[in-house]
T-cell receptor, first 109, second 117 residues
Framework: GENVEQHPSTLSVQEGDSAVIKCTYS??????FPWYKQELGKGPQLIID?????GEKKDQRIAVTLNKTAKHFSLHITETQPEDSAVYFC????????FGAGTRLAVHP | NAGVTQTPKFQVLKTGQSMTLQCAQD?????MYWYRQDPGMGLRLIYY???????DKGEVPNGYNVSRLNKREFSLRLESAAPSQTSVYFC????????????????FGDGTRLSIL
């Protein structure tokens, strides 16, 4: 069945460094790829999304890249700050939205 | 603008008890969803409503029922709670209806933390 694998499960970086989270998906027909940030005690919040007709999208310090041939997409956070610490989820959608298991990012001052 | 509001925020039940989780959105969205979140397993879809008046099963529907009361409200009912249903439950909504919902962002509430003893 459809599956989204997300790596790494935990990531620890120093403030100011970059962080990269990678996801692979199984359904080649997937055409919508959102990323969510979940802070402790809160619901997931959309931070960026990309559609299959675009290879890269950027919003300030956050960027997402999509490689449809390899069926993987990545989240890049530059100049990380302590408030970036959270759990990040990727997802892929075709006839349903499938979430990855999440990455816990810790940014140390 | 409240977005998606879930009640209650916390609940403890005994095995066999029933309860209803409430969800309301004020964004005039057509589609609504119920997910459960368990450690290390991401979000799994329980039920969804792709338009007012319709509901469909998701990935893990057993033990649950839903009601799309109107365009704003979508409730989740546990008829006979079991310890395996201990989880955090999230309601979400999106603008599109039917298949159009699939390529649009979902907006989440802050969850209901449910413990079943």
């Amino acid at each position: 069945g459809e599956n989204v694998e997300q790596h790494p499960s935990t990531l620890s970086v120093q403030e100011g460094d970059s962080a990269v989270i990678k996801c692979t998906y199984s359904d080649s027909a997937s055409n919508y790829f959102p990323w969510y940030k979940q802070e402790l005690g809160k619901g997931p919040q959309l931070i960026i999304d990309i559609r299959s007709n675009v290879g890269e999208k950027k919003d300030q310090r956050i960027a997402v890249t999509l490689n449809k041939t390899a069926k993987h997409f990545s989240l890049h956070i530059t100049e990380t700050q302590p408030e970036d610490s959270a759990v990040y989820f990727c997802a892929a959608s075709y006839n349903k939205l499938i979430f990855g298991a999440g990455t816990r990012l810790a940014v140390h001052p | 603008n409240a977005g998606v509001t879930q009640t209650p925020k916390f609940q403890v039940l005994k095995t066999g008890q029933s309860m209803t989780l409430q969800c309301a959105q004020d964004m005039n969205h057509n589609s609504m969803y119920w997910y459960r979140q368990d450690p290390g397993m991401g979000l799994r879809l329980i039920y969804y409503s792709a338009s007012e008046g319709t509901t469909d099963k998701g990935e893990v529907p057993n033990g649950y029922n839903v009601s799309r009361l109107n365009k704003r409200e979508f409730s989740l009912r546990l008829e006979s709670a079991a310890p395996s249903q201990t989880s955090v439950y999230f309601c979400a909504s999106s603008e599109g209806r039917s298949a159009g919902r699939l390529n649009q962002p979902q907006h989440f509430g802050d969850g209901t933390r449910l413990s079943i003893l």
